[in-house]
């Protein structure tokens, strides 16, 4: 398994930008699928983006699509999650998850049980 830490995460007006930066330990990186997740207080914890091994195919939940935009960079070890013109409803603890299910397994059905890797979380708060 791969290590993950978040990092990025804070307090932001709504219509503002935030970052999240995950960045993963080990020389096998660029053979994982990589994901983001949010859980919202007393919610479930939801599907956010993920991206494929290679950064080619992204997918996004209805959401956040449009305003969110995941990314990787396999030679710093580090999947980015940029957060556009952001709402109090994207208030939440965000997740950075790895796996190496293939592609077409994780999507278009994401589910928490196909990442076996997980970071700590990182905290995003939307004031209005």
């Given at each position: 398994?791969?290590?993950?830490?978040?990092?990025?995460?804070?307090?932001?007006?709504?219509?503002?930008?935030?970052?999240?930066?995950?960045?993963?330990?080990?020389?096998?990186?660029?053979?994982?699928?990589?994901?983001?997740?949010?859980?919202?207080?007393?919610?479930?914890?939801?599907?956010?983006?993920?991206?494929?091994?290679?950064?080619?195919?992204?997918?996004?939940?209805?959401?956040?699509?449009?305003?969110?935009?995941?990314?990787?960079?396999?030679?710093?070890?580090?999947?980015?999650?940029?957060?556009?013109?952001?709402?109090?409803?994207?208030?939440?603890?965000?997740?950075?998850?790895?796996?190496?299910?293939?592609?077409?397994?994780?999507?278009?059905?994401?589910?928490?049980?196909?990442?076996?890797?997980?970071?700590?979380?990182?905290q995003v708060t939307v004031s209005s």
């Open positions: 398994q791969v290590q993950l830490v978040e990092s990025g995460g804070g307090l932001v007006q709504a219509g503002g930008s935030l970052r999240l930066s995950c960045v993963a330990s080990g020389r096998t990186f660029s053979t994982y699928a990589m994901a983001w997740f949010r859980q919202a207080p007393g919610k479930e914890r939801d599907f956010v983006a993920a991206i494929n091994w290679s950064g080619v195919n992204t997918y996004y939940s209805d959401s956040v699509k449009g305003r969110f935009t995941i990314s990787r960079d396999n030679a710093k070890n580090t999947v980015y999650l940029q957060m556009n013109s952001l709402k109090p409803e994207d208030t939440a603890v965000y997740y950075c998850a790895a796996t190496r299910l293939h592609w077409t397994t994780v999507v278009p059905t994401p589910r928490r049980a196909d990442f076996g890797s997980w970071g700590q979380g990182t």
